[in-house]
C-alpha cells in the first residue's frame, strides 16, 4: 500500500444549526491512496455528515479536511472530477431514461462525446441494463434504478469514489455483482470510501475500516486485526456491536 | 377504526405544522376574494364608486352647464375639471384617467340655431349639416379595454343626449311661446279695430261678447295661460355631434379591440404560470438527492440555474408566439373579430417580450427556492400569478382598481408587462416609451436571481 495519503481531516467539528451538539466532535482521519476504507457506525454516529463534508455538499463548523493535497475549506471546484458520489437516495430523474442519466450526469465532468457514450456503453453491458437503457427511471424496478445511480457516480472514473449505502435494498445476486465491481476498480487504483451498515460486506471488501459513534473515531484497523484486539469477538459485526453497544439510536 | 383515526391525527398534525399550507388555504382565498369583488365592483361606473372622468368645459354656457350638472347629478361619474383639451390629452396619456369629455366653445349656440331652422322645415335632419351641431368630444385612453369604453361611453351619450334634449326644448318652449304672444297681440290688436267690430251683425249681448272675446285675446297676448310642449317630444336627427377621438393620436378609431388588449395580457399570465412547472423542477432536484449530486460534480449553480432560465425563455417565446398565431388566424374564424394589429415597433416589442419572460421565469426560481414541496409551490406559485394579474389590470384595467389597490399593484410584474405591451399594441410606444417598464421587469428577474443564488449558497 502507498502511504500517500488522500484524505487527511484534522480535529473536523461540525455543529448543525439549532442543534446543541456537534455532529462530528473533533474527527482526525486518513484514507491513503488506494485503499477500501470503510466506515461504520449507528445511525446518527455522524458518517453522512463526513461524507458529506468531503462531497463538498456541507462546510465544516473548524477543523480542516485536505483531499489530493488540497484544502476542501479553502477550493473545492478543482476537486469535483476527482471525486464521485454514489448517495444512498436514488439521484436521478425519473423522466430521463437510463441512458439519458447517465449520459447526462457523465457530461457534466471533463468526459464526452465518443469517450464518454463508450464508457457508457461498457457500464451498461456491465450492469445488464442494456434492455432497460430506454426506459425511463420511473417505470425501473428498484433493483435498476440502484444500478444505475451506481453507474452515474462512476462514469467519470472518479480517483476517489464514496459510496454511502450503495447495496441498501438490493437483492442478493445484485449486492455479488457490486462487489465484484468494486473490488476490481479498487483493484485498479481507485480509493473507496464505503459506509454500510452491514458489517459482513465491510469485513469482506475493506482493507480498513473507522468505527464512528457520537462523532467521533472509537476504531481504527484493519478488520482481522480489529476482531483479533477484541477478545471473545469473531466477526466485525461483534466488534461493532462491543464498541457501540445494543442502545438503540434515532 | 383505529388505523383511520391514527391516519388523521398524523394528516392533522402535518397540517397544523405547515404554515406556509395553512397561509395557501387561509390568507390566500380572503385576499382573492376583496381583490375580485373590489374589481368587480369597480369595473363597472356604480353609483358607489363612481367613474372618473376629465371635463373641458370651453361652451360656458347653458348646454356645458346642464351637461355638467346632469353628470354630476348622474352620481355615476366624478367629474374632474381640466382647461383644456391638451391638459385633459395629457392626462390621459399620462395614465391618470381613461376618459374626457371636451365641450366645445360654441355648443349652446350652435344647439339654439337648430330652432331657428326646425320650425321651418320639413324635414330637418336632411337639412341640418353635422358640421352646424353642438360639437362634443369623447377622448379615450388608447389602451382602454373596449368592452370598458362601451360600458363607459353607453351612458356618457345618454346623460349628454338628454341634456341637450332639455335645453333644446326648453329654448323652443320660449321660442314658440314668443312666437305666439305675437301672433296672440296682433289679433288682439285687429279685434280692438272698431271697423272690424261693426261689422259683426247684431245679436242679443253682442257688445257684452265683443267685449269677453277681446279682454280674452288681451290676456293671451300678455302670456297667459302659456304654452307647454309634451315632454316627450322627440327629434328624428341627432341635435348634437359627438366625435371620439384617441388621446394622442389625431385618429378616431379606437385602436384596442378585446385581443389588442388580451393577446398581451394572456400571453403574460400564461408566461407566468410557468412558476408551477419550473419551480417543480428545482424542487424535486432539491428533494431527490439530484440538485445534491450536481453539487459534487464540476458545475455551479448559476450554470444549473441558467439552462432552467434559457429553457423556460424559450416556452415564453413560444407562448407569445402560439398566442399571436391564435390572435392573427384563430379567433377572427370563430367569431366577428378583427385580427390583431401588428403594427407595433418589433425591436421594443421583442425587448419587451424577453423581459417579461425573464421577469416570470425569476418568479419561478424564487419560488421554487423558498418552496419546500411541489404542491406548495404549485397552489402558491399559482394562487399568486392570479392575485398578481388581478391587480396588475391583466382581467381588469389597473386604474378602475380602488386607489389603495392601485398602489399596490404598482408592485405586479405583470403590471409592468401589461403597461409596456400595451404600449406598443395600444399607443405605438417605441423603447423610449416603454423603458422604464423594461428596467423593472429585468430588475426583477436579477434581484429573484441573486436571491435564489444566494440561498442555495446558504443552504
Known amino acids: 500500500m502507498d502511504s500517500n495519503p488522500v484524505i487527511i481531516a484534522k480535529n473536523l467539528i461540525k455543529r448543525y444549526k439549532g442543534s446543541d451538539e456537534d455532529a462530528l466532535k473533533g474527527v482526525n482521519l486518513t484514507v491513503q491512496a488506494g485503499e477500501f476504507f470503510g466506515l461504520l457506525g449507528p445511525n446518527s454516529a455522524g458518517k453522512t455528515t463526513f461524507t458529506s463534508i468531503i462531497c463538498g455538499l456541507i462546510r465544516p463548523t473548524s477543523g480542516s479536511v485536505d483531499i489530493f493535497n488540497t484544502d476542501i475549506t479553502q477550493s473545492y471546484s478543482s476537486l469535483k472530477n476527482s471525486i464521485g458520489l454514489v448517495p444512498q437516495e436514488i439521484a436521478l430523474y425519473d423522466t430521463l431514461t437510463v441512458e439519458e442519466n447517465i449520459m447526462f450526469f457523465g457530461n457534466l465532468t471533463e468526459n464526452h462525446g465518443q469517450k464518454l457514450r463508450s464508457k457508457k456503453d461498457n457500464l451498461v453491458r456491465l450492469f445488464n441494463l442494456d434492455e432497460h437503457k430506454s426506459k425511463l427511471i420511473s417505470r425501473c424496478s428498484g433493483g435498476i434504478k440502484r444500478r444505475v445511480n451506481l453507474i452515474c457516480g462512476i462514469i467519470h472514473e472518479p480517483s476517489l469514489l464514496i459510496l454511502d449505502e450503495p447495496t441498501l435494498g438490493v437483492d442478493t445476486q445484485l449486492r455479488e455483482m457490486i462487489f465484484e465491481y468494486l473490488a476490481d476498480l479498487n483493484k485498479k487504483g481507485t480509493t473507496i470510501i464505503y459506509t454500510t451498515h452491514y458489517m459482513k460486506e465491510a469485513e469482506l471488501l475493506c482493507t480498513r475500516v473507522n468505527i464512528i459513534d457520537h462523532g467521533e473515531i472509537i476504531a481504527d484497523g484493519k478488520p482481522s486485526d480489529l476482531i483479533a484486539a477484541n477478545s471473545g469477538c469473531t466477526d466485525l459485526g461483534q466488534v461493532f456491536l462491543k464498541m457501540t453497544g445494543r442502545d438503540l439510536r434515532d | ?459
Open chain 2, 1 to 459: 377504526m383505529r388505523k383511520i383515526l391514527s391516519i388523521l391525527k398524523k394528516d392533522f398534525l402535518i397540517l397544523l405544522r405547515d404554515w406556509p399550507g395553512l397561509a395557501i388555504l387561509f390568507i390566500m382565498p380572503a385576499v382573492l376574494l376583496v381583490i375580485i369583488t373590489f374589481a368587480q365592483e369597480n369595473a363597472i361606473p356604480s353609483k358607489k364608486s363612481g367613474f372618473e372622468v376629465i371635463v373641458v368645459n370651453n361652451d360656458s354656457s347653458v348646454l356645458g352647464d346642464n351637461i355638467i350638472n346632469d353628470l354630476e347629478n348622474s352620481e355615476y361619474f366624478n367629474l374632474v375639471r381640466l382647461n383644456t383639451q391638451v391638459e385633459a390629452k395629457n392626462a390621459i396619456l399620462d395614465g391618470i384617467y381613461q376618459f374626457g369629455i371636451i365641450i366645445s366653445d360654441s355648443a349652446t349656440e350652435k344647439l339654439y340655431d337648430l330652432i331657428k331652422v326646425l320650425p321651418e322645415k320639413k324635414e330637418p335632419a336632411e337639412e341640418v349639416s353635422s358640421d352646424n351641431l353642438a360639437g362634443i368630444t369623447f377622448l379615450y385612453d388608447p389602451g382602454l379595454q373596449r368592452v370598458i369604453k362601451e360600458v363607459v361611453t353607453r351612458p356618457l351619450k345618454t346623460v349628454i343626449q338628454l341634456s341637450a334634449v332639455r335645453v333644446l326644448m326648453t329654448q323652443y318652449t320660449e321660442e314658440v311661446n314668443k312666437s305666439f304672444t305675437k301672433h296672440s297681440s296682433d289679433l288682439a290688436a285687429s279685434f280692438s279695430d272698431k271697423d272690424f267690430f261693426s261689422k259683426i251683425p247684431d245679436f242679443p249681448y253682442r257688445n257684452e261678447v265683443i267685449k269677453r272675446f277681446r279682454e280674452e285675446l288681451k290676456g293671451i297676448a300678455k302670456g297667459r295661460p302659456g304654452i307647454e310642449l309634451p315632454v316627450n317630444t322627440s327629434f328624428d336627427s341627432d341635435i348634437i355631434k359627438i366625435n371620439e377621438l384617441v388621446a394622442g393620436s389625431e385618429e378616431s378609431e379606437f385602436k384596442p379591440n378585446a385581443l389588442q388588449n388580451n393577446i398581451p395580457a394572456f400571453t403574460l399570465f400564461a408566461m407566468f404560470f410557468i412558476v408551477i412547472p419550473l419551480a417543480g423542477s428545482i424542487i424535486n432536484e432539491k428533494n431527490h438527492g439530484t440538485y445534491s449530486r450536481l453539487r459534487t460534480l464540476p458545475v455551479t449553480y448559476l450554470e444549473i440555474i441558467t439552462s432552467k432560465i434559457a429553457v423556460y425563455l424559450f416556452v415564453c417565446i413560444l407562448q407569445f408566439i402560439f398566442l399571436m398565431f391564435v390572435g392573427i388566424y384563430i379567433m377572427p374564424r370563430l367569431g366577428e373579430i378583427s385580427a390583431i394589429n401588428l403594427d407595433v415597433n418589433y425591436p421594443a416589442l421583442f425587448i419587451a417580450l424577453i423581459a417579461s419572460s425573464l421577469a416570470a421565469i425569476g418568479f419561478g426560481i424564487i419560488v421554487g427556492t423558498f418552496a419546500s414541496t411541489h404542491s406548495q409551490a404549485a397552489t402558491f406559485g399559482s394562487v399568486m400569478v392570479v392575485i398578481l394579474a388581478l391587480i396588475g389590470g391583466i382581467f381588469v384595467p389597473a386604474n378602475l382598481l380602488p386607489e389603495t389597490l392601485q398602489k399596490v399593484s404598482l408592485v405586479s410584474p405583470l403590471r409592468w408587462g401589461a403597461d409596456a405591451f400595451i404600449g406598443m399594441f395600444a399607443r405605438d410606444e417605441g423603447i423610449g416609451g416603454i423603458w422604464d417598464k423594461i428596467c423593472l421587469l429585468i430588475g426583477f428577474f436579477c434581484v429573484s436571481v441573486l436571491f435564489s443564488v444566494r440561498a442555495f449558497k446558504k443552504n
